[in-house]
């Protein structure tokens, strides 16, 4: 038995078929790459962000324990004055 030559069953209805094909999955490679550098930036977004926040928290905390020293200065100061005018009175 011979076999059918491929060449002859190749149609131009068969040819358009296989660029369509492949225009279809050239867009879905260019989507996939697109997609990709995105959730990049998205990741890199999120990098920057979090250091952020994290020197955000420490400015924060550092703020709180200067703020708290003030106040226990300040009562200290309150508390010897008193005390001082309670000895001497």
């Not at 149609?11 to 050239?26: C, F, M, N, P």
Request: with cysteine; net charge positive.
């Amino acid at each position: 038995m011979s076999r059918p030559c491929l060449a002859r069953s190749w149609t131009w209805s068969s040819s358009l078929s296989v660029l369509r094909v492949t225009e279809r999955v050239y867009v879905l490679l260019l989507s996939f790459s697109k997609q990709r550098e995105e959730i990049a930036e998205l990741r890199q977004e999120c990098s920057d962000l979090r250091q952020s926040n994290q020197t955000l928290e420490r400015q924060v905390k550092e703020g709180i324990v200067a703020a708290v020293c003030v106040i226990h200065a300040s009562i200290s100061t309150q508390q010897r004055k008193a005390n001082w005018w309670a000895a001497n009175a």
